[in-house]
């Protein structure tokens, strides 16, 4: 027989008696961060992550252990995966059939380039991510590091829930539909359509100039100085040697 997180919550009498679960599995206090991504747990069940174990402390465990992986494994200490798969011929063979002036090398380097690129893509929204755990930690708000809540990457000390994307046009039907019905705020960095950055909605919400461009731009510069490893470079990429 299996607990689910769910029925942990909904077994609770009370939210004071679920996060006594986590207290006495931890033998201490929980920590504020857990503290905060807990309540938003039990005051949304549906937003629980889909975790299940043999005992309630088993999967106390697990939940603790998603949550601390996550954070040990964020974009600034972690070891990116270069491209596990192989380019497709045909696409050099497509390029190079409408600029037919490019050599083998020249379309070499578009592909080695492409597949950078692709793995930047790949990294840039858990840069932005991180950025907003540091700067929105000052404002109440906690990451949910590791999906330790669904659909939701922010929770606030006062419930408040935040969604965040790097641009309007990257959401997908899932993350709208689970807003129909909850309290559930959205911010995006970018408008697709227009290029418009979107810092604002947090600098005229706590009147202050710590969230824009730069600093998100001095932030990625630094955590990639400190951690190569971050942005996955393939060993034969031409453009290493530039």
Request: with cysteine; net charge neutral.
């Amino acid at each position: 027989m299996t607990v689910t997180f769910n029925e942990i919550i909904s077994n609770s009498e009370s939210s004071e008696e679920f996060l006594n679960l986590f207290h006495e599995v931890l033998d201490t206090k929980v920590d504020e961060p857990h503290r905060v991504i807990l309540l938003a747990c039990y005051k949304n069940p549906g937003l629980s992550p889909k975790l299940k174990d043999k005992t309630k402390q088993r999967l106390v465990r697990k939940w603790l252990n998603k949550y601390q992986k996550g954070f040990q494994n964020r974009i600034s200490q972690r070891i990116s995966r270069p491209p596990q798969t192989k380019p497709d011929p045909i696409i050099n063979t497509i390029i190079s059939s409408r600029l037919t002036e490019l050599t083998e090398e020249h379309l070499e380097q578009i592909s080695y380039a492409h597949r950078l690129s692709m793995s930047a893509e790949n990294i840039q929204g858990l840069l932005l991510e991180e950025f907003l755990a540091e700067e929105l930690a000052h404002y109440g708000w906690f990451c949910g590091w590791g999906e330790t809540i669904r659909f939701v990457d922010f929770c606030n000390l006062d419930g408040s829930l935040l969604q965040v994307k790097n641009r309007s046009n990257s959401e997908n039907s899932s993350s709208s539909r689970v807003r129909s019905d909850r309290p559930i705020e959205k911010w995006y960095r970018i408008e697709a359509k227009t290029g418009q950055y979107k810092w604002s909605y947090f600098n005229d919400r706590y009147q202050t100039d710590r969230f824009s461009e730069e600093n998100f731009i001095s932030f990625v510069k630094r955590v990639l100085a400190k951690n190569l490893n971050a942005l996955p470079v393939e060993p034969n990429n031409p453009w290493q040697s530039v």
